[in-house]
DNA sequence: AATAACAACAACCGCTCCTAT
DNA sequence: GATAGGAGCGGTTGTTGTTAT
């Protein structure tokens, strides 16, 4: 499943790490840890570059790093971490205690891909619906991807959202960009996936957001009242989420 | 049993950002 | 303030395992 190992034409050694590069890595990081990539691989005796080595480390030798399939509740945290900051996927990996960027990014392009290919429709409509991220160079693969994890049953939703919205498209992104600063405007409506149905990945939902406050200044019973929150929006609260998420964490080990 | 198609994921590449000078 | 070097990030590719035909 990787690449067959093979040297560049500098000498550098590139593709599948062996065992022992990866014990030599290893060895040399723990014991005198990773202040300088670059010149890493030069004094731990590795033919890579810093690099490949940071990425090896990163994505595989460090402690803690977790292996094998995904919960549920990681499915779901991703998808709202996604929806929330587009396709950073450091920040979302940061949120989630031993997996990785690139892991959870093929993770989500495996799982996205498969589902475009189950609605191709969805994933066109999905390029002509903005979305909160206006502002980031990622936004049209966004919106490609948010749409393509979709059902039929994204479509209604878009289209009845679309219809039945007082937005247009561009005033709905004016206003949705300004639910990324967690201005929520009121009474907005917004299409997203329903994280109570059975897949997360493929069922809509509507995330009303009612309240003129940002989701962050609502307090704690305010949101649990309220019927239109999730429990995402409960999470919105960054300070409160790293409350939660050590909880959860032990759940699930 | 053979093979085509799909899924999963490790790793590379190029770009951007950050920091030191 | 300008510049260079290094680190980090996100997109993409290549390979192999698995499943379907």
Same mark, same amino acid.
């Given at each position: #499943?990787?690449?067959?190992?093979?040297?560049?034409?500098? %000498?550098? =050694?590139? %593709? !599948?790490?062996?065992?022992? /590069?990866?014990?030599?890595?290893?060895?040399?990081?723990?014991?005198?840890?990773?202040?300088?990539?670059?010149?890493?691989?030069?004094?731990?005796?590795?033919?890579?570059?810093?690099?490949?080595?940071?990425?090896?480390?990163?994505?595989?030798?460090?402690?803690?790093?977790?292996?094998?399939?995904?919960?549920?509740?990681? &499915?779901?945290?991703?998808?709202? $971490?996604?929806?929330?900051?587009?396709?950073?996927?450091?920040?979302? *990996? !940061?949120?989630?205690?031993?997996?990785?960027?690139?892991?959870?990014?093929?993770?989500?392009?495996?799982?996205? =891909?498969?589902?475009?290919?189950?609605?191709?429709?969805?994933?066109?409509?999905?390029?002509?619906?903005?979305?909160?991220?206006?502002?980031?160079?990622?936004?049209?693969?966004?919106?490609?991807?948010? %749409?393509?994890?979709?059902?039929?049953?994204? &479509? !209604?939703?878009?289209?009845?959202?679309?219809?039945?919205?007082?937005?247009?498209?561009?005033?709905?992104?004016? !206003?949705?960009?300004?639910?990324?600063?967690?201005?929520?405007? *009121?009474?907005?409506?917004?299409?997203?996936?329903? /994280?109570?149905?059975?897949?997360?990945?493929?069922?809509?939902?509507? $995330?009303?957001?009612?309240?003129?406050?940002?989701?962050?200044?609502?307090?704690? /019973?305010?949101?649990?009242?309220?019927?239109? $929150?999730?429990?995402? &929006?409960?999470?919105? +609260?960054?300070?409160?989420? +790293?409350?939660? #998420?050590?909880?959860?964490? /032990?759940?699930? &080990?």
């Amino acid at each position: #499943m990787v690449r067959a190992p093979f040297y560049d034409k500098n %000498g550098v =050694k590139k %593709g !599948a790490w062996s065992p022992e /590069e990866d014990n030599t890595l290893r060895a040399y990081i723990e014991e005198h840890g990773h202040l300088n990539w670059r010149s890493l691989p030069k004094f731990a005796g590795i033919s890579r570059c810093g690099k490949s080595c940071r990425l090896r480390w990163t994505n595989y030798l460090q402690p803690g790093v977790k292996r094998g399939n995904y919960t549920q509740e990681e &499915d779901d945290l991703i998808l709202k $971490l996604h929806e929330e900051f587009g396709n950073k996927w450091s920040v979302i *990996a !940061a949120k989630l205690p031993g997996r990785t960027d690139n892991e959870i990014k093929n993770h989500w392009h495996t799982r996205i =891909k498969k589902l475009t290919k189950q609605n191709p429709t969805s994933s066109q409509l999905a390029k002509e619906q903005p979305c909160k991220h206006e502002s980031s160079p990622t936004v049209t693969s966004q919106n490609t991807e948010l %749409g393509a994890q979709s059902g039929p049953k994204f &479509d !209604a939703s878009v289209h009845q959202i679309l219809e039945s919205s007082p937005l247009s498209p561009e005033t709905f992104s004016s !206003a949705s960009s300004s639910l990324s600063s967690n201005q929520a405007s *009121a009474s907005t409506t917004m299409s997203w996936f329903n /994280e109570s149905s059975g897949d997360f990945w493929t069922e809509p939902f509507q $995330l009303n957001v009612q309240s003129n406050y940002p989701v962050n200044y609502l307090r704690e /019973e305010e949101v649990l009242s309220s019927p239109s $929150l999730t429990f995402y &929006d409960y999470i919105g +609260d960054m300070d409160l989420f +790293d409350q939660v #998420m050590p909880t959860w964490q /032990e759940n699930i &080990d």
